[in-house]
């Protein structure tokens, strides 16, 4: 079948902005700089690349350009994050794109697919970028101090030829050691046309060492390239955000052997089905399910709980969390790299590369913004002397700081990381946001559709009340005969019923099931029914007065159930889907935050209205098949705008897929859901849903801050330039203080808590 391109294919960039105006600094080789990725299809062994110099969507850019000429690639998928490219592709096709890659000077470097769990989110070179950055200072330590001196020759010595070449030798080394990099790329980049920080600084640094401004030349390189480290180590702390959380999962786990002995082994090397010991204090190393002990489990890395949740035989438990009480064993049920916490960091990965709409927006801007500043700048350099009578030095001079100042990458990088600091935000308190459009229009929902089983409700029956009718058996024969024909049922009503009595000690015979009506049975020599209104009514057992109550129930929300005799009547059970304890509170918060909630099911109008009004929803729809569920959301879109529909990602597809924002609740462990939804609630808790809301609202004021910083520094600093009151070293560390100001004003998100 087609292979499916993403937006990483090898294809021209539509937004200009994406192919050249993009930051190009190390800071870009976090996720926060991240373009799009995509799965790459069927990508074979040696089909994976790492491109240590790959920085930024920039470089992408290049390199997807260049491949583009090349026919036969069917799928390319870019983890700038982590400097990464597999290449889908025949052999032979392999080898052109290699060497089409090394010609426009980058070095792909092919290395064999880790297995383990840390390198399946992204884990695989954590240390050899630690290794890379410990260079990298050392190296730009002696830059600057070589810089310093050239800084200080030029102040102190005599103005002789000697002297003079002694610091243009100390800036030449000092820029060669820190610029190098920026050299090879900007040239790169001016020869294709094209205006990125490169080669901004580039000619900036060029034409400072032309005019003889040689100790400023050097000094404002290491300066720069000391900003792009520091800026990189900050934006880092976006990307681990996420991938923090996989360290939370143990390396190792103890597996039961065949002959009954526990071994200890890597959680990579642990088999489907295997039986896996955790003992108290210990976190789970992978997902499964308990089949003997008791615990409580702290399940915060995953659903976001704060509360620890109880866990018994037959119960899912995930890797990652934390066990706090009992001893268990469990059956492992899924592979390390496919635990749950292994696809939240993989889809939040994913999210990581979506493009928000105000990244859209400061693509078209940047792209317009640093070809007008070069353009000034030229302009500067030439006409300043002519029509303002300045010296032709000092208005060349003006013009270099004016490019320094015209680096796009404060503007570029406010918006990702901002965006990254949002998702990472979220996925900790177990709302995982499939892209950044999600997450900054979640902020302009009007109304939003609440399936009522396991949304509001808990999607599991219990019994709520039940009473003896007249005196023809006591309460505790009742309750006995009833616990004892519900208990040999399988019907979810019949389970309720048995839950909800106390267990009872009477032998039944004869016992056969009523098919959609309920169960008979003899006891003790009597033959008694427990079933439906249905049943009842064709055994001529209603009377008025049993009807209205019946009647009262139904209204309720109820399910109805009748112990019988062949005599009469005996007791009424009324079972029902209660609401959770939080589904009131949070509707109030989503009403509090102007967003109209409407309750659709399946379920009768009644039980609807009688759910509705016990959760404090004004409107509710009952009797809904999934056409009439896709029909009331557009109904809802037109009345009230962007509308959101929770659902369980299966039933409900057709309206998920209609409404702006589709939500997914309770998804943990579930693959299903947390593909179908473009929002996935870990747990069932619908405040979740308001957290995410109010997440988005920040995410607005904190994108807009950080663009209003971005933009004002640079203006200010023009200002200076073009008054001669700005130095090229100043115009670096303005152009380092408003990357770090954005950076940290986005990282604030990271710091959201419930109720921000």
């Known amino acids: 079948m087609p292979q499916h391109i993403s937006t990483t294919e090898a294809k021209p960039s539509a937004n200009p902005a994406q192919d050249g105006d993009h930051c190009d600094r190390e800071a870009c080789g976090s996720a926060a700089c991240a373009a799009p990725t995509a799965q790459a299809s069927n990508a074979g062994v040696g089909s994976r690349f790492r491109i240590a110099t790959m920085d930024c969507a920039t470089e992408e850019a290049e390199i997807r350009r260049e491949l ?237 709980e704060s509360i620890p949740v109880d866990k018994a035989a037959g119960d899912p438990v995930f890797a990652g969390t934390i066990n706090q009480t009992g001893s268990f064993e469990m059956r492992v049920t899924a592979a390390a790299s496919n635990s749950t916490l292994a696809r939240i960091i993989h889809a939040v990965e994913q999210a990581q590369g979506t493009r928000a709409p105000t990244q859209g927006f400061v693509d078209r801007f940047t792209a317009v913004y640093t070809p007008a500043v070069f353009a000034i700048a030229l302009a500067v350099a030439l006409l300043g002397p002519l029509v303002m009578g300045w010296a032709w030095l000092d208005a060349a001079y003006k013009a270099l700081v004016m490019l320094v100042i015209a680096c796009p990458c404060a503007l570029v990088i406010s918006t990702p990381v901002t965006v990254v600091s949002g998702l990472a935000a979220a996925a900790r308190r177990g709302i995982l946001i499939k892209g950044g459009v999600y997450l900054e229009e979640a902020r302009k929902l009007k109304a939003i559709a609440l399936d009522k089983t396991g949304t509001i409700t808990e999607g599991k029956p219990k019994l709520v009340a039940w009473e003896t009718l007249g005196a023809a058996i006591d309460r505790a024969r009742a309750e006995a005969v009833a616990a004892a024909l519900a208990g040999h049922s399988d019907h979810p009503v019949s389970k309720a019923i048995a839950q909800g009595l106390e267990s009872s000690a009477l032998a039944i015979e004869e016992f056969k099931a009523l098919v959609g009506r309920g169960v008979e049975a003899s006891v003790g020599g009597a033959t008694y029914v427990l079933g439906n209104h249905r049943l009842i009514h064709e055994r001529g057992q209603c009377s008025s007065a049993l009807e209205a109550q019946l009647l009262e129930h139904e209204q309720a929300g109820r399910t109805v159930t009748l112990l019988a005799s062949q005599e009469a009547v005996l007791a009424l059970f009324a079972v029902a889907d209660t609401i959770k304890p939080s589904s009131r509170e949070a509707v109030a918060d989503l009403k509090s935050l102007g967003i109209q909630p409407v309750m659709l099911t399946g379920d009768n109008q009644a039980t609807a209205t009688a759910i509705a009004s016990q959760a404090g929803i004004d409107e509710a729809r009952g009797n809904l098949l999934p056409e009439d569920k896709l029909a009331a959301i557009k109904a809802l879109q037109a009345e009230h705008g962007p509308t959101a529909m929770t659902g369980d990602g299966i039933n409900d597809a057709p309206a998920l897929a209609q409404a702006d924002i589709g939500v997914a609740m309770g998804a943990a462990g579930t693959d299903i859901a947390m593909e179908a939804a473009d929002v996935v609630v870990m747990n069932d808790d619908l405040r979740r849903i308001a957290e995410t809301v109010r997440l988005s609202q920040r995410t607005h004021r904190v994108l807009w801050q950080n663009i209003s910083l971005a933009l004002g520094i640079k203006a200010v600093f023009l200002v200076l330039a073009l008054l001669g009151h700005a130095t090229m070293w100043m115009a670096v560390f303005a152009d380092m203080g408003a990357s770090l100001l954005v950076v940290g004003n986005g990282l604030r998100l990271l710091r959201t808590r419930s109720g921000n």
């Open 68 to 304: 583009d000429r090349i026919p036969g690639i069917r799928n390319l998928n870019f983890r700038v994050g982590e400097r990464s490219l597999a290449i889908d592709a025949p052999p032979d096709v392999m080898a052109q794109a290699v060497a089409a890659i090394r010609r426009i000077g980058f070095d792909p470097q092919p290395f064999a697919e880790e297995v383990s769990a840390e390198a399946s989110v992204g884990h695989g070179h954590d240390h050899d970028d630690q290794h890379d950055a410990n260079s990298s200072l050392k190296r730009l330590g002696l830059a600057l101090g070589l810089a310093v001196c050239a800084e200080l020759a030029a102040f102190f010595l005599p103005d002789t030829l000697p002297a003079k070449a002694l610091g243009l030798g100390l800036a030449a080394t000092a820029i060669w050691l820190a610029g190098f990099d920026v050299y090879q790329k900007g040239l790169n980049a001016l020869l294709r046309g094209r205006l990125n920080i490169n080669a901004l600084m580039t000619v900036a640094v060029t034409g400072a060492v032309l005019i003889g401004q040689w100790p400023e030349a050097a000094m404002v390189m290491a300066l720069y390239a000391i900003a792009e480290l520091i800026e990189a180590r900050a934006v880092d702390r976006a990307r681990n955000a996420i991938q923090g959380l996989m360290a939370m999962a143990p390396e190792q786990a103890d597996v039961r052997q065949a002959d009954g002995s526990w071994q200890t082994v890597g959680v990579a090397s642990v088999a489907l089905d295997a039986v896996v010991r955790v003992r108290p204090g210990e976190r789970v190393p992978l997902d499964g399910m308990l089949i003997s002990g008791s615990t409580s489990i702290d399940q915060a890395p995953v659903t976001g």
